[in-house]
């Protein structure tokens, strides 16, 4: 039997069996929203920057986030916040400080992708990891 919503069994239909896929595969609405946001979230440029900062250097203050990603520590408190409030960083305190980090789940999946793509090979400083390959920087990258 097929799974054509109610709402939508008048509507003409070529294949059946993969408008009932297609309808299975987008039946957690609530999952694929969340999906959405994430991406969202990971389409504006600076959320994107701090993500990856936060993916790549470990957890961060706003003040340090700011420096990295080119930011006041206000812009960068604002896209915390709204990253905060989508499940994608958390908070948590050091004393005085406030360190946020990813959160884990699809931010962190996706991430690893896109690094693949916009972040290449670089030398971390701060934890003893590198992320370069083993002989060095790829000619033409600082190291």
């Not at 884990?104 to 896109?114: I, K, S, Y």
């Not at 400083?125 to 000619?139: C, I, K, L, M, S």
């Amino acid at each position: 039997m097929h799974k054509v919503p109610t709402d939508r069994r008048e509507m003409r239909v070529i294949d059946p069996d993969q408008v009932c896929d297609a309808t299975a595969v987008l039946a957690d609405t609530e999952q694929v929203q969340h999906a959405a946001t994430v991406l969202d979230a990971l389409g504006e440029v600076n959320r994107l920057s701090i993500l990856l900062a936060l993916q790549h250097a470990g957890d961060l203050c706003v003040s340090d986030l700011a420096v990295a990603v080119g930011m006041s520590d206000s812009a960068v408190s604002h896209a915390l916040r709204l990253l905060r409030a989508h499940g994608m960083v958390t908070a948590h305190r050091e004393g005085r400080l406030v360190r946020y980090r990813i959160a884990g789940g699809l931010a962190t999946r996706l991430l690893e992708v896109v690094s693949e793509e916009a972040v290449g090979p670089v030398r971390l400083h701060a934890h003893g990891v590198h992320d370069e390959p083993e002989g060095g920087p790829e000619p033409g990258r600082a190291g």
